[in-house]
């Protein structure tokens, strides 16, 4: 079976990178255009969970790839926290690109409405790709709820699973 860790990995960090040049540039010129109180609050937020994508990302980048050497469960591995992780970011996308879209409908004169609606598509695929990770790190915990302490996590995503003896 494919493992989809690293191309879903990889796709989200291309699309955090651009979430925050995107929603960085909507804040940028809200704050020089307009009087710093008027400043729209989902811009601002969207560049925070950008950010906050890629400060987790380097730890749910490699765990399932190196979980797949047949080591058993290490310090650094734990499905329940890479499930957190996914779950929560899910969340914060959901909640800023719909935020985003919302605050985008009630304007009558946009600057940056280009980029804004940039913003919430790239958003809107960052929540889906989240949604497929989280997805995909509870049907991992379904599978190996009942494994023994011994059992290596080769079959995070897509590889078959294996217990050491």
Same mark, same amino acid.
């Given at each position: 079976?494919?493992?989809?860790?690293?191309?879903?990995?990889? *796709?989200?960090?291309?699309?955090?990178?651009?979430?925050?040049?995107?929603?960085?540039? *909507?804040? &940028?010129?809200?704050? /020089?255009?307009? /009087?710093?109180?008027?400043?729209?609050?989902?811009?601002?937020?969207?560049?925070?969970?950008?950010?906050?994508?890629?400060?987790?990302?380097?730890?749910?980048?490699?765990?399932?790839?190196?979980?797949? &050497?047949?080591?058993?469960?290490?310090?650094?591995?734990?499905?329940? *926290? @890479?499930?957190?992780?996914?779950s929560l970011t899910c969340l914060l996308w959901f909640a800023g690109y719909v935020a985003l879209a919302v605050f985008h409908q009630g304007l009558i004169l946009?600057g940056p409405c280009d980029v804004m609606v940039g913003g919430v598509i790239v958003g809107a695929l960052a929540w889906a790709t989240f949604l497929a990770s989280? *997805?995909?790190? &509870?049907? /991992?915990?379904?599978?190996?709820?009942?494994?023994?302490?011994?059992?290596? /996590?080769?079959?995070?995503?897509?590889?078959?699973?294996?217990?050491? @003896?």
């Amino acid at each position: 079976m494919f493992n989809f860790n690293l191309p879903l990995r990889s *796709v989200q960090l291309i699309l955090a990178i651009i979430a925050l040049g995107l929603n960085g540039y *909507v804040t &940028s010129w809200y704050l /020089h255009h307009t /009087h710093p109180s008027t400043t729209p609050s989902s811009p601002p937020y969207l560049v925070f969970v950008a950010i906050f994508t890629l400060l987790t990302l380097p730890y749910l980048f490699p765990n399932p790839v190196l979980a797949g &050497s047949n080591k058993p469960n290490g310090r650094f591995f734990n499905k329940w *926290v @890479i499930l957190a992780l996914d779950s929560l970011t899910c969340l914060l996308w959901f909640a800023g690109y719909v935020a985003l879209a919302v605050f985008h409908q009630g304007l009558i004169l946009c600057g940056p409405c280009d980029v804004m609606v940039g913003g919430v598509i790239v958003g809107a695929l960052a929540w889906a790709t989240f949604l497929a990770s989280t *997805v995909l790190a &509870s049907l /991992h915990i379904m599978r190996t709820r009942r494994a023994s302490s011994q059992q290596t /996590h080769a079959g995070w995503i897509g590889k078959e699973e294996s217990v050491q @003896i």
